[in-house]
């Protein structure tokens, strides 16, 4: 198991930056997936960006070129550099850790809010 503790949300205008974090409870070598997710009211969750541990990224097509997953393997923290933020980035956003063999673990979830 890994416990999960997101932070850095908050409220922030159209166009400004955020900058997720993602602590985790282990070595996040050992993790071989972490992501971020987000979820908007009446929405589905959907996958934003992630990275595995030997460092390949993947992101949603609608966050490419604003958003940058990054990894601190000392401090076993993830983050989410969110860039140019748009409205429709407001949502609760959940980091997920994935370990193989293992129940996926989840945050508990911090809230992005963009004003337009």
């Known amino acids: 198991q890994v416990q999960l503790v997101e932070s850095g949300g908050g409220l922030v205008q159209a166009g400004g930056s955020l900058r997720l974090s993602c602590a985790a409870s282990?070595?996040?070598?050992?993790?071989?997936?972490m992501g971020w997710y987000r979820q908007a009211p009446g929405k589905q969750r959907e996958l934003v960006a992630s990275?595995?541990?030997?460092?390949?990224?993947n992101y949603a097509d609608s966050v490419k070129g604003r958003f940058t997953i990054s990894r601190d393997n000392a401090k076993n923290t993830v983050y989410l550099q969110m860039s140019s933020l748009k409205p429709e980035d407001t949502a609760v956003y959940y980091c997920?850790?994935?370990?193989?063999?293992?129940?996926?673990?989840w945050g508990q979830g911090t809230q992005v809010t963009v004003s337009s």
């Open positions: 997920h850790a994935a370990v193989a063999g293992l129940i996926p673990n």
């Open positions: 990275i595995t541990n030997w460092g390949s990224t």
């Open positions: 282990r070595s996040i070598l050992t993790i071989n997936v």
